[in-house]
Every structure is written in structure tokens, then in C-alpha cells.
């Protein structure tokens, strides 16, 4: 059988995803993602600091590293069995499982590691257990990801941080990195000119994967859907944020359009405030989701909803069982 290119991999995922997403005969049932960690079970990610790390002979230092990149790697797997055991469909993956990868001084390429090769290995043993069982595998990059600042050593940071996720992607089969539109920085357009423009610094396995998020203070899914549109970069749409920071689209309105960015099986956020929606600060997310905070229009969609809840695993199961019985 001949390989297929990335790129008619990704027309061949267009065409599945639209059936899979279009096809509301019979039951749906909605893929629930957990966010990075457990609050329960004994599941734990490591990471160091650079500061730690400075002070060591770079040798004892790359023994350490690859001690905890190895440990991260067993943790995701078990991550992983714990999600196809319990009904959790999608797990994202810390941005520190390679532990201060990027760092500017203390940073390393995973072939300098001494079990590096071991490391890729148990990586991509992750990946193989994730298509076996139809699971679904994600990141989420953090803050300091700004792909429109200004200042050129951030968009440089934030495209070796991006290429790095995106390698680690490679190995576990994530399809989705996720980031946020960065700042408006006084021009909300040419801010997002910004963005788009920025887009071509990235390497190909960057690009195939990356989404970019709705957020709570900027940019609106209004504001981004013209970007996706025109550059292919889907939309995640994270209805918590729309509700803390509106536009003109509805509920309804902004799903419908962010669902037809997708080339692949969508993926949304979800998240409840912890002091309700009248509370001083409604953009901080409750341990637990409100139901009713769960929009009518996703229920008959085939979507990975992310659980954006403190209470994680235990939130997720507690959304799953409420969904279920207000079918």
C-alpha cells in the first residue's frame, strides 16, 4: 500500500470528519477530555527548574532530565489506561512533559539525553496504545506562546516551543496544539495580521495540528473565525470564554461556524464559573461543571468536549453520568 502524503492525509480527514460530525442517525455519544492531571488517583507528571538544573554539571544534569522525561513517559501511559478505562475519551498533555526543553541555557535535544532513544520509544508506545483504543491526544501550549507580539525573540520562543510540542505530537499521535490569539496590543486587526503572518515560521507538523482558542478578554470567536477560515487553522471554541466575553454570534451561531473549520473531529472547551455567572470574576473556572452550563446545540455533535474543571478526572465522570441522564 503506498503512503499517503500529510497533506492528502489531511484531505482524507477532511472528508471522515465531515461525515463523522454531519452523521446525527442514532445515538452520539461526546468524546469528554481530561486537562493534564488527576486529582484522585495516583498518576503524577515531574518537572524541574532551571535554576536547579544551572547548578549542575550539564552531564549529571542530562542523567536527571532524562530520568524525569523516561518517568513522564510511563505517566502518560498510565494516564492513558486510566482514560480508556473510565470512559474519558481525550487526554491533554502537560506542556512539560519534556521538562524545560526549550530553555534557553539549560534546554536539550532528546537524542543528548542518555536514554533518548528509550525515552522516544516509550513516547511512541503512548501513541500505539492511543490507536488501539480510539483515544484522542492533545496540547495545550502555555501563556508565554504569543505567536502576534511584537517583541520578535517572543514569536522566536514561542515557535521553538510550538516546534517541540509538535515533535512530542509526532510520537503519541496528538492532533491538536492549541493556543490563544496572544494580545490586541491597541490594533485588534492588524493583530491578527500578526498572527496569520507568523503562521508561516511553522514547520509543516506545527501547522497540521494547531488550533487557536476564543479567550476570555480579546478576541472573540468572531473575531478569530475570519483567520481560521482564511489560513485552515480550526477553531476551538471554548463557550465559557464567549459567555465571560461576547459578540454578536450566539451560542448556536458560533458553534455552527467553528464546527466547519474542522478537517478533523472538532474539539470544544467547557468550563463553569466557581462563583456563578453573577459573581465578581466569572471567567475563573468551579471545581465541578454546571450541567445547564452544557450547550443544548453540542448534545447530537460528534466533538471532543474539554473538562476545564479543578476536580479533573473526577469532574469529567461526574459531567459524563449528568449527561447521560438528561439525555
Same mark, same amino acid.
Given at each position: ?13 477532511? =472528508? ?5 460530525? $454531519? ?53 502518560? *501511559? ?15 498533555? $502537560? ?20 536514554? =533518548?532513544? =528509550? ?79 507568523? *503562521? ?125 441522564? $438528561?439525555?
Amino acid at each position: 500500500m503506498m503512503k499517503m502524503t500529510l497533506e492528502e492525509t489531511l484531505v482524507n480527514r477532511h =472528508g471522515a470528519a465531515t461525515e463523522h460530525q $454531519n452523521d446525527e442517525m442514532g445515538e452520539v455519544v461526546i468524546r469528554l477530555g481530561l486537562c493534564c492531571m488527576f486529582r484522585e488517583q495516583p498518576i503524577k507528571f515531574v518537572t524541574t527548574t532551571a535554576t536547579a538544573i544551572s547548578k549542575m554539571k550539564r552531564s549529571d544534569a542530562l542523567i536527571k532530565l532524562s530520568r524525569l522525561c523516561m518517568a513522564n513517559a510511563d505517566s502518560l *501511559l498510565a494516564a492513558l489506561r486510566f482514560c480508556a478505562d473510565n470512559d474519558i475519551g481525550c487526554f491533554r498533555v $502537560n506542556s512539560q512533559i519534556l521538562p524545560i526543553k526549550t530553555h534557553p541555557t539549560c534546554g536539550y535535544f532528546v537524542g543528548d539525553l542518555p536514554d =533518548g532513544d =528509550g525515552i522516544i520509544r516509550r513516547f511512541k508506545e503512548c501513541g500505539k496504545f492511543v490507536k488501539k483504543h480510539k483515544l484522542r491526544t492533545c496540547f495545550h501550549p502555555d501563556q508565554f506562546v504569543v505567536m502576534n507580539s511584537p517583541r520578535l525573540d517572543v514569536v522566536e520562543k514561542s515557535v521553538q516551543e510550538l516546534e517541540y510540542q509538535a515533535e512530542v505530537a509526532e510520537w503519541i499521535g496528538a492532533d491538536v496544539i492549541n493556543i490563544h490569539g496572544g494580545g490586541a496590543y491597541g490594533d485588534k486587526p492588524m493583530a491578527l495580521a500578526d498572527f496569520a503572518r507568523n *503562521l508561516d515560521r511553522l514547520s509543516l507538523r506545527v501547522r497540521s495540528r494547531l488550533t487557536v482558542e476564543n479567550d476570555d478578554k480579546t478576541f472573540t470567536p468572531a473575531d478569530l473565525l475570519p483567520i481560521c477560515n482564511a489560513t485552515g487553522i480550526p477553531l476551538v471554541y471554548d463557550v465559557h470564554h464567549h459567555r465571560c466575553n461576547p459578540d454578536e454570534l450566539s451560542i448556536e451561531q458560533a458553534t455552527k461556524k467553528a464546527l466547519a473549520t474542522w478537517n478533523r473531529e472538532p474539539m470544544f472547551h467547557l468550563s463553569s464559573p466557581i462563583e456563578g455567572w453573577d459573581g465578581p470574576k466569572p471567567e475563573r473556572h468551579h471545581d465541578f461543571i454546571d450541567v445547564t452550563d452544557f450547550p443544548e446545540c453540542w448534545r447530537r455533535k460528534k466533538i471532543t468536549v474539554e473538562v476545564e474543571a479543578k476536580a479533573k478526572e473526577v469532574a469529567v465522570e461526574k459531567l459524563r453520568q449528568e449527561l447521560a441522564a $438528561n439525555r
